[in-house]
């Protein structure tokens, strides 16, 4: 039975999720060129930047953040399942990424005043060298939410940990996970080849 505190960070997670299915959506116009990427960004834009969509997403975000690391010290990490391990791995990371990246695009808005377009994140994906650090790390926050996602799915199809489930429900649901995954490798291809410059000149 989910916890009062596992609820609220499902339920803040989701939000995030439905973020993240419009961000990535965004990312992959970029397969068109910047321009276009730009355009489909102002469109959605208009709903998440609205001031109480924005404030509630911030507060998504920072419940996440408390919320996860409350949950891992409660239950521990070195005798969990590889599952669990993965989630937290994976959780642990996007953590991190948000908060580097929501106060680089906060202080970007409303301190330095530059446009946090297409440009703004590839920018630093194509120059040397801050291209050895960026590359990876853009790369390894996207593999994330789909490892984040996968092992979810994997520990609410298995039921962990109150149901044992069969040896053939079980291959079948570590072929589910893994396709999650998988979609989320090509889609990071997808993205990145974008933000890198392999596919047009960025300037």
Excluded at 38 to 57: G, S, T
Excluded at 88 to 98: H, I, M
Excluded at 162 to 171: G, K, L, W
Aim: proline share 3%; charged share 15%.
């Amino acid at each position: 039975m989910a916890t009062a505190l596992q609820k609220f960070h499902r339920a803040s997670g989701l939000i995030i999720a439905i973020f993240l299915l419009l961000h990535f959506t965004n990312h992959l116009f970029a397969l068109a060129g910047p321009q276009v990427h730009i355009r489909v960004m102002e469109i959605f834009r208009e709903l998440y930047r609205f001031p109480p969509v924005e404030i509630l997403l911030l507060a998504c975000v920072a419940s996440q953040i408390v919320s996860g690391a409350t949950l891992v010290a409660k239950k521990g990490f070195r005798r969990q399942p590889v599952a669990v391990k993965v989630q937290v791995l994976s959780g642990g990371y996007l953590a991190l990424f948000l908060i580097n990246h929501v106060a680089a695009v906060m202080m970007a808005r409303y301190q330095w005043h530059i446009e946090t377009d297409f440009y703004f994140a590839a920018n630093v994906a194509v120059e040397f060298p801050s291209k050895l650090f960026f590359i990876p790390y853009y790369t390894l926050s996207i593999l994330s939410v789909f490892a984040h996602i996968a092992s979810i799915h994997f520990l609410k199809r298995t039921n962990y940990p109150e149901t044992i489930v069969d040896s053939v429900m079980m291959a079948k649901i570590k072929r589910e996970s893994f396709t999650i995954f998988a979609f989320g490798a090509v889609i990071t291809v997808l993205v990145m080849i974008s933000f890198t410059g392999l596919l047009y000149k960025i300037a």
